[in-house]
C-alpha cells in the first residue's frame, strides 16, 4: 500500500487524529457535583473575583489555538478550512506528543483579515496562546501584529518556528565549514512568511543578507514591492545588488531555501565561496538536491525532508517555544526567546558534522531545552 492510501486508511480509521478525553472521572454523584453543578459555580465565582485565577483552575494554561483560514496550506496552497483541518489536526498531535500541550485545531471559513483578528480575539480567554498557521503573506504579518495585545503568546509558526531552526542550523553549520556567522552573506529565496522571518532574525547576526523573490532581489529601488518587501528591502542587500538567483549567489556562503522546487543546479552553487552551506527547505522537492548541492560544492546540505540527514523542521522549535512561554506565563514571543531557543537547539549538538548539524525531532532534549530558554528570556525582560 502506498504513503496516499495508507494515509487515508489512518485518518478514516481514526476519525481524524484528536479527541477529547476528561481530566476528572464522573463515575458517581459526588463526582458529578464537584465537576458540574453545584461545585463548578463556586470556581466560577472564583474567577468573577479574580479573573487570573483562570489560570489557576481551567484549561486555559496548558492549551493553544491553532488558528488557520487554509489559505497557504504547507504546499498545496488555499485549498480552503476543511481541506485544513487534517494538518490542523496534526499540529495539535505533535504538540501534544512532543510537549504534552493541548492544541486544538480552529478553521476558519473566512479570508477576511478584519473578521480573522475579531474571531480569535474573541476566542483568546480560552486559550493560553495562539499559534497561527497557514495564513498567506502578507496577510499574516498584519494578522500577528494585530494580535500581539491579547495578554498571551501569539505566534505564526510558519515564519518564526523555521526562523528558529534555520538560525540553529546555522550556528552548527558554521562549526563544520570553520566560517564565522557573522562573516556570513547569506542568500533566501523566497520573500513569504518564513522568508521574511529567517531575514529578521539573520540581519544582525550576519554581515549580508540577500531576499529574492519570483522577480528577484529585493532593492528599494525596485518597482511593485509590498510594504513589507520594501521594508525588508531597507534592511538588507547592502550592497545594492539587483538581478536574480545567480547574481545573489555569487560569493555568497549560504543559499537558504523557502521558495519552490528545482529553482537551482550545481552551476549555481560553484558561484558561491568554498565550503557553502545549502539549506533547501521547498517541501517535497527541495530548490535543489542534496546529491546536486554537494556536486556543485556545497559542504553542508540540509532540506525539509525526513529521509535526507538534516532535516530542517520547524517541530523542533514551536513545542518548546510554547511550553516554555506557557509555563512562564509570558505574553508574547521576544525576539530575544526566538534567539534563546535557536541557541538551546544548536547547543544540544556538541560535535557538528555535515551530516548532523541539528537535533532530530524526537531528540527528547529539545522541547526541554528550548523551553528552558525561552523561560529564562522572558524572565531577562
Known amino acids: 500500500m502506498d504513503i496516499k492510501n495508507k494515509a487515508l486508511k489512518l485518518h478514516q480509521d481514526h476519525g481524524g487524529k ?144 523555521t526562523a528558529v531552526v534555520v538560525l540553529a542550523a546555522l550556528l552548527n553549520a558554521v562549526k563544520v565549514v570553520d566560517k564565522k556567522l557573522a562573516d556570513l552573506k547569506v542568500v533566501i529565496s523566497g520573500a513569504g512568511a518564513a522568508g521574511q522571518a529567517i531575514a529578521k532574525l539573520l540581519i544582525n547576526q550576519v554581515v549580508d543578507v540577500l531576499v529574492l523573490d519570483s522577480k528577484g532581489i529585493l532593492i528599494e529601488c525596485r518597482e511593485g514591492l509590498d510594504e513589507y518587501k520594501k521594508n525588508l528591502a531597507k534592511i538588507t542587500n547592502k550592497n545594492k545588488i539587483s538581478g536574480g538567483v545567480k547574481e545573489a549567489l555569487l560569493k555568497a556562503d549560504v543559499f537558504i531555501g523557502v521558495s519552490k522546487g528545482n529553482l537551482l543546479q550545481a552551476d549555481d552553487i560553484k558561484l558561491m565561496n568554498k565550503r557553502a552551506i545549502v539549506l533547501a527547505m521547498a517541501n517535497p522537492a527541495p530548490e535543489i538536491m542534496p546529491e546536486e548541492a554537494k556536486k556543485g560544492g556545497a559542504m553542508v546540505v540540509a532540506t525539509g525532508r525526513s529521509d535526507y540527514p538534516n532535516q530542517v523542521n520547524n517541530v523542533l522549535a514551536f513545542p518548546g517555544i510554547f511550553k516554555g512561554a506557557l509555563e512562564c506565563r509570558a505574553t508574547q514571543i521576544t525576539e530575544e526567546m526566538k534567539l534563546a531557543a535557536a541557541y538551546a537547539l544548536a547547543s544540544l549538538i556538541k560535535n557538528p558534522t555535515e551530516q548532523q548539524i541539528i537535533p532530530d525531532p524526537f531528540d527528547k532534549r529539545v522541547v526541554e531545552a528550548v523551553s528552558q530558554a525561552v523561560k529564562k528570556a522572558w524572565r531577562k525582560n
Not at 98 to 113: E, G, K, R, V
Open 18 to 161: 484528536l479527541v477529547v478525553r476528561s481530566a476528572v472521572e464522573i463515575k458517581n454523584k459526588n463526582d458529578l457535583c464537584l465537576a458540574y453543578t453545584p461545585g463548578v459555580a463556586e470556581v466560577c465565582k472564583e474567577i468573577v473575583a479574580d479573573s487570573e485565577s483562570v489560570w489557576k483552575y481551567t484549561i486555559k494554561r496548558h492549551t493553544v489555538a491553532i488558528i488557520s483560514d487554509g489559505s497557504a496550506v504547507l504546499g498545496l496552497g488555499n485549498i480552503g478550512a476543511e481541506a485544513a483541518l487534517p494538518v490542523m489536526e496534526g499540529k495539535a498531535a505533535l504538540f501534544k506528543t512532543f510537549a504534552d500541550i493541548d492544541a486544538f485545531p480552529i478553521c476558519l471559513s473566512t479570508q477576511n483579515d478584519a473578521e480573522i483578528i475579531s474571531i480569535v480575539k474573541n476566542l483568546a480567554p480560552v486559550f493560553g496562546g495562539i499559534n497561527l498557521e497557514d495564513i498567506t503573506a502578507p496577510r499574516c504579518f498584519a494578522i500577528e501584529k494585530s494580535l500581539q495585545d491579547l495578554g498571551i503568546p501569539v505566534m505564526h509558526d510558519d515564519q518564526h518556528g
